[in-house]
């Protein structure tokens, strides 16, 4: 018993002599300072603990990654609801892009760009058609108006690589809807629409049938190509030879041209 | 022999010291200190905490003896409080080391402060939380090594029992 008391009291006495030699270390530091000690030790012992507290900090960030569990969930979670709200908006900005081409291909139709074909004509004895001398390499294709100016004067019926067959109004198979304007009245144009008819050619000229029965036409008003196939207002020529048949349900006419088909030296293929 | 020991130990002591720093700012020199005590032999208890304090007090850039101060202070604290509450493997026991683990952090704190600038340092509500959370967790190393230490003894005993 006596001998384990003093084993314990010398191991208490550690504690003493470390308390003593710790406040003798500190005066003599304090005071005369052992700078060579330091260096010795400093050189030895710095690289390891740098190496080891460089590896303590990795190994810090480590769990710190689970400890920030939490906030990387509830980030994600953000970033999430983030991505949805930017895909929403991707979507709607691809809904107005298609509206946009949309839109753009409906501008387009609408202002569709009409070229001018200047053709020379040409003489071959028919009455009923014209020759010109441009064809399929300027662009002009069956179905194009010919006209000079505002004037009506055929449609292309026949098309070759450096010439063209324009279709006049005279011809058998030129058949057109056209409306019937108060002569000297033009500009207002709605305002003074007396009928529509349809034009045809035959052996006495340009008829025009269908002209209704109670309109106010009479000779010399102004007969205008109003025409899909044509696209668009052309003026052909005057109301003349007006006649109505009181068994008849309409009045017919013919249609003295404006132009002289026989004199036209020039004239314009409107191609799209 | 024992030098090669001392000189390990050391090694290891500084090696886990700074390593356990960087990671927790855990202090392993003290939980060594307080678990080898009475449990080695004095001559090498003293060896060992006189160089390894020397050197970590180059490393922290302490004056000289700050690190053997902070260990003994508590040390003290816990010889003076054996005298009124047994010091074994049981709670009261190492309610008594709990004690001493956070003195030395709260030691920690201001003392190499106060002797390096002469300045006391301030030491807020969520410091003194810190230090009890690292002496808990101190507390459960202690226990650890505790428990390492009587099984090698027992081993060491059974290997005497049996070359008698």
């Known amino acids: 018993m006596k001998k384990n008391t003093t084993k314990g009291e010398n191991n208490n006495i550690v504690v003493y002599i470390s308390l003593l030699l710790a406040i003798i270390l500190l005066l003599v530091d304090g005071l005369s300072g052992l700078k060579g000690l330091r260096n010795a030790i400093s050189f030895v012992f710095e690289p390891v603990s740098f190496q080891t507290n460089v590896a303590g900090s990795k190994t810090r960030e480590y769990f710190q990654t689970f400890v920030n569990l939490g906030n990387f969930r509830k980030e994600f979670n953000d970033l999430k609801i983030a991505s949805y709200e930017k895909e929403a908006q991707y979507s709607n900005y691809l809904i107005l892009k298609n509206e946009n081409e949309a839109l753009k291909k409906q501008i387009a139709l609408g202002n569709r760009e009409v070229k001018y074909v200047l053709g020379n004509t040409l003489r071959d004895g028919n009455v009923d058609t014209l020759l010109i001398d441009q064809g399929s390499e300027s662009g002009i294709q069956q179905g194009d108006t010919v006209s000079v100016g505002n004037v009506f004067v055929g449609i292309i019926s026949n098309v070759d690589l450096k010439g063209s067959v324009v279709r006049l109004p005279s011809d058998g198979n030129s058949h057109l809807e056209i409306v019937v304007l108060k002569a000297g009245n033009e500009t207002a144009v709605s305002a003074n629409i007396l009928s529509s008819g349809v034009i045809s050619g035959s052996a006495e000229g340009i008829k025009v049938e269908n002209i209704s029965m109670n309109s106010e036409v009479t000779d010399g008003d102004v007969i205008y190509i109003n025409d899909s196939k044509v696209g668009g207002f052309f003026a052909l020529g005057y109301v003349v030879g007006l006649s109505s048949n009181p068994a008849s349900t309409y009045k017919t006419a013919f249609v003295s041209p404006i132009l002289d088909y026989d004199n036209l030296m020039q004239v314009f293929v409107r191609t799209e | ?164």
């Open chain 2, 1 to 164: 022999m024992e030098v090669l020991y001392l000189f390990l130990t050391c090694f290891v002591a500084i090696f886990l010291e700074s390593f356990l720093v960087a990671l927790g700012n855990f202090r392993f020199f003290f939980l060594l200190n307080i678990s080898l005590f009475r449990k080695v032999n004095w001559k090498f208890l003293l060896t060992f905490s006189l160089i390894s304090s020397i050197i970590l007090d180059v490393i922290y850039h302490y004056v000289l003896g700050t690190n053997l101060l902070l260990v003994a202070i508590p040390l003290l604290l816990m010889l003076g409080i054996s005298l009124v509450v047994p010091l074994d493997y049981n709670l009261p026991g190492y309610s008594v080391k709990f004690l001493c683990i956070f003195v030395y952090y709260l030691l920690l704190a201001f003392v190499p402060g106060l002797i390096l600038t002469g300045n006391w340092a301030s030491i807020t509500g969520l410091m003194v939380g810190g230090m009890v959370l690292k002496a808990v967790i101190s507390m459960v190393f202690c226990v650890a090594f505790d428990l390492i230490w009587s099984r090698l003894r027992k081993r060491e005993e059974g290997t005497k029992l049996r070359s008698l």
